[in-house]
């Protein structure tokens, strides 16, 4: 699983859908963990210090973009 | 394996309180408290305000080496920039060093013989048939191991995983979550004695903006925003313009972000072997935004039903939902008011503010307290007697 999670986040892995994802910039990210908690799926977590998205997981509805005080989270194409 | 009877995930106010507490009411337990950062008390993600009362019921901040300022002042500062000041005549607020402060607290739940292990983070957890939780962790550079629990306290803030992994809700909609940027300022002019918060929908949507004093001429600069009610811009963008406009040739010589959740506390703050305490548990004042004290208190109740569920040798749901109910009529049922009337005040324009500002300054300062402004305002400003009304309904 661990595995699966890192291939997704470096985007190696073919997404099913054809819907966007959310992406994380970690050069942008303070990894305050806001976002965590309003993830409907829980496809965000923090592990090493290190924000991980499951782009498996994300349903791409977005409610983590807006809220992120610094601006490090965007859509990209699954 | 390891075993230990209470495993706390996080040492903030609530976790160490919590370890504390628990190691004080039955001293035979082995309890350990885990830090995932390298030094407790570090990134500070907090304006560091407390107030007096609260804080008292647990620490004497008088001359104490984590206070950065005493505060006898709150000045609301309206949108279009008028300011009330409160004079309250008394210590009505603490800002604290946080990073002091953590540290005391975890200290002293060490020299109450709480093992205390830093830069070890939790990463999942199982429960054992026999009711054990089996938590994986990863400590200092990297090792893995499993430690064996009776009961673990949840005390990991806004991610709160714990909560996750025992299958609770710990979701947060996104109306209820206050995006937060806030930089450590210097080269400014502000009355070190007050504290500032001013409201406006051009400058902090759904929250307000704070500037909390740390010393002479430096202070904590910061402000919340939903960001449904935003304009595209996100916190720190927000931050920006108002430290621009009100603070120009200011110094900033620190910056921090995080979330602070304005929802009422979770359904269920309890599981098997489970307690969920603290910002993990959504206990902050849903209004103010306050989670220092609330997330001591929360702590305590966790720490003490920890221990005697264990003494007892039953630490299954069923007993553990008297901490939630203890929870509950303590704080958690004022906290369902409180969103209710954030909810209400909402609904209130920048015109009303500025009103709001106008009459309460013509209210003599000496006589300004919180009370006489609040019974002023109903007087003068009709559209506040819903918003009161939720106080009662």
Redesign the interface.
């Known amino acids: 699983m661990t595995l699966l999670i890192r291939l997704a986040k470096v985007g190696r892995m073919p997404h099913p859908r054809a819907s966007d994802v959310a992406s994380v910039d970690l050069l942008v990210c ?1 990894r ?9 799926p ?1 496809a965000i ?4 210090d290190e924000l991980v998205i499951d782009r498996h997981a994300c349903t791409g509805c977005r ?1 983590c973009i ?6 490090a989270l965007a859509m990209v194409p699954a | 394996m390891p075993d230990c009877d209470v495993l706390v995930v996080g040492a903030g106010p609530a976790g160490s309180i919590a370890a504390w507490e628990a190691k004080r009411a039955a001293p035979e337990l082995d309890v350990v408290l885990l830090e995932r950062d390298r030094v407790v008390g570090l990134p500070v ?1 907090c304006a560091e305000g407390v107030g007096d009362a609260g804080l008292r019921e647990f620490v004497d901040p008088d001359g104490a080496p984590w206070v950065a300022r005493r505060i006898t002042r709150i000045i609301f500062v309206a949108p279009d920039d008028t300011e009330v000041p409160v004079a309250e005549g008394r210590t009505v607020a603490w800002i604290l060093d946080r990073t002091r402060f953590d540290a005391f607290l975890a200290a002293g739940a060490a020299a109450a013989g709480v093992e205390v292990r830093v830069a070890t ?1 939790a ?1 999942g957890m199982e429960r054992d048939p026999d009711g054990r939780w089996h938590v994986r962790v ?1 400590g200092p550079g ?1 090792n893995e191991e499993t430690l064996c629990a009776r009961l673990v306290i949840g005390a990991d ?5 714990v909560g ?1 992994w025992a299958g609770l809700d ?3 909609p ?1 109306r209820d ?1 206050e ?3 806030q930089y450590v300022v210097q080269n400014v002019q502000f009355d070190p004695d007050a504290v500032y918060l001013q409201f406006g929908d051009r400058i902090a949507p759904g929250g307000y903006a704070w500037l909390f004093p740390k010393g002479v001429g430096i202070a904590n600069v910061g402000l919340g925003i939903v ?2 009610r ?1 304009d ?1 811009r ?4 927000y931050l920006d313009a108002w430290i621009a406009r009100r603070y120009p040739g200011s110094a900033t010589v620190g910056a ?4 602070v ?1 304005v929802n009422p506390t979770i359904k269920q703050t309890y599981g098997d072997g489970v307690l969920i305490a603290g910002d993990a548990a959504h206990m902050v004042n849903p209004l103010s935004g306050a989670g220092i004290v609330n997330a001591m208190k929360g702590g305590r109740l966790a720490g003490r039903a920890a221990a005697a569920a264990i003494r007892v040798g039953d630490t299954g749901a069923r007993r553990l939902s008297a901490y939630h109910q203890a929870w509950m009529e303590l704080l958690g049922d004022d906290h369902r008011t409180y969103y209710r009337i954030k909810q209400a005040l909402d609904g209130l324009d920048d015109g009303f503010y500025n009103a709001l500002a106008r009459t309460v300054n013509g209210i003599p300062e000496a006589k300004r307290s919180l009370r006489k402004v609040f019974a002023h305002a109903l007087v003068k400003h009709p559209q506040l007697i819903p918003v009161a009304a939720r106080y009662f309904v």
Do not use: Q, W, Y
């Open positions: 303070d305050c963990g806001l976002c965590l908690p309003l993830c409907p829980e977590h923090l592990a090493l409610k807006a809220p992120c005080p610094v601006g | 993600r983070e990463a990863r990297g803030g806004v991610e709160a995983m996750r710990t979701r947060v996104a979550m995006s937060c940027a960001a449904l935003a595209g996100n916190a720190r963008e921090t972000v995080g979330g959740i």
